[in-house]
């Protein structure tokens, strides 16, 4: 076969910790993320050519080597001891670009997850994350995929039971946010508040959602920055439609909320549709890997 398809899965997260910054320039993180049905579609395909080129349909993003898909292709090549080739990698772009959706991570997940189905498997688990930590921090979650607690700069992981069954509506309003600038912000302020992750590990654990919502935080949201406003007025509209719990993913500047229905979060997504980048109804998406 000289072509394979792989959906790139946009992560959520339900709590987010930023513990300090290490000497590496880092930050250490303790983090509870998510894979969600909010999906692009990757291609591949081998080519005669030599190098590896990316496309998608937004002109702006890069198919050189800046290009997480890319870098994820190269990097498998070395770490499978397979001699490079050259490959097309198409990509349809439906997660948002700079949302804190994790959407270029899901990309390069989805194309070691490819690429090794194409080449008969010859990374083990180990390996894909090994690979995957290579290319960037929440790739090795957005390569395996499902319910994870993270850690470090995102990549030790550790697999919980699936989020109880519920449904998300993710909005994103007309601004994206840079994820360098939102940490500078937050290295000059103290932090004041840190989420319950244990709690919320046991509310995964119990398969409590109602105890999930109560506990899901963000660090990100508490940074002196005037779109927090907008993304505490997109969370309260969130919460008058009926959510449960809502929370801005990773840097922002996306915003999702849970909802115990379908109905509730389509009904509140098409309220809020018009004056949104994005408004979108998804759920949870188990392990990938
Ligand atoms: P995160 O949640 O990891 O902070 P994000 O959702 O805020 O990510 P992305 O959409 O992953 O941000 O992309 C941010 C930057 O990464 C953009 O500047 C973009 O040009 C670059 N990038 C590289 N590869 C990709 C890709 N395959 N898809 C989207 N963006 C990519």
């Not at 070395?78 to 270029?104: D, Q």
Request: charged fraction near 25%; proline fraction near 3%.
């Amino acid at each position: 076969m000289d072509e394979i398809r792989e959906k790139a899965c946009a992560k959520l997260n339900i709590s987010l910790d930023v513990l300090g910054k290490r000497p590496d320039g880092y930050h250490d993180m303790v983090m509870i993320m998510q894979t969600v049905s909010l999906t692009d579609e990757v291609s591949i395909e081998r080519t005669d050519g030599q190098g590896i080129r990316a496309s998608t349909n937004l002109e702006y993003i890069p198919g050189d080597e800046r290009n997480l898909a890319v870098r994820a292709a190269g990097v498998f090549f070395r770490e499978s001891g397979i001699a490079e080739e050259g490959l097309r990698i198409s990509i349809r772009k439906k997660i948002p670009v700079g949302a804190g959706l994790a959407g270029g991570s899901a990309d390069a997940g989805a194309v070691l997850r490819a690429l090794n189905r194409l080449y008969g498997m010859p990374l083990d688990r180990e390996g894909l994350v090994r690979a995957a930590e290579q290319v960037g921090s929440d790739v090795a979650f957005c390569t395996l995929g499902g319910t994870m607690l993270a850690s470090g700069r995102g990549e030790i992981l550790t697999r919980l039971p699936s989020m109880p069954e519920c449904w998300y509506g993710i909005i994103m309003p007309h601004f994206s946010i840079s994820t360098p600038e939102l940490f500078r912000k937050l290295d000059g302020k103290k932090i004041r508040c840190h989420p319950d992750t244990q709690g919320l590990v046991q509310a995964v654990e119990n398969g409590d959602l109602s105890g999930v919502c109560r506990r899901m935080y963000n660090v990100f949201e508490d940074v002196d920055d005037r779109r927090m406003r907008t993304v505490a007025e997109i969370k309260g509209r969130l919460m008058d439609c009926g959510a449960m719990g809502a929370l801005m993913t990773g840097t922002g500047s996306a915003v999702f909320a849970v909802f115990e229905s379908q109905k509730t979060a389509e009904t509140a997504v098409s309220e809020m549709k018009g004056d949104h980048r994005l408004a979108a109804v998804c759920g949870n998406v188990g392990p990938l890997a």
